[in-house]
């Protein structure tokens, strides 16, 4: 199984990216997928996941109305599009591949792509 994290890198305060994470190994329709984050000195945060559909969707209260979770069944790839960006979402984004959308249980976790916002 591997879940890879790309579309990282370094932008201003307010500014966008968008996070891709590509699946194989897995059967990527069944499964649910989180994304996830882990800054220098800290625990890893739960950011955001969406079920095997796309037809249900679970967000962190820190990035509610900010960042928003899709996928493409077809291409294997979930995404993470991220808006008006802080300095506090600087991190290692990685996702993960479970059962259900949840904030920690998940089966699978891929390697991170770094997101570094400037004040």
């Known amino acids: 199984v591997q879940l890879q994290a790309s579309g990282g890198g370094l932008v201003q305060a307010g500014g966008s990216l968008r996070l891709s994470c590509a699946a194989s190994?897995?059967?990527?329709?069944?499964?649910?997928m989180g994304w996830f984050r882990q800054a220098p000195g800290k625990e890893r945060e739960f950011v955001a996941a969406?079920?095997?559909?796309?037809?249900?969707?679970l967000y962190a209260d820190s990035v509610k109305g900010r960042f928003t979770i899709s996928r493409d069944n077809v291409k294997s790839t979930v995404y993470l599009q991220m808006n008006s960006l802080k300095p506090e979402d600087t991190a290692v984004y990685f996702c993960?591949?479970?059962?259900?959308?949840?904030?920690?249980?998940?089966?699978?976790w891929g390697q991170g792509t770094q997101v570094t916002v400037s004040s």
């Open positions: 993960a591949a479970g059962f259900t959308p949840n904030t920690h249980e998940y089966d699978y």
């Open positions: 969406i079920s095997w559909s796309g037809g249900s969707t």
């Open positions: 190994g897995i059967t990527f329709s069944s499964y649910a």
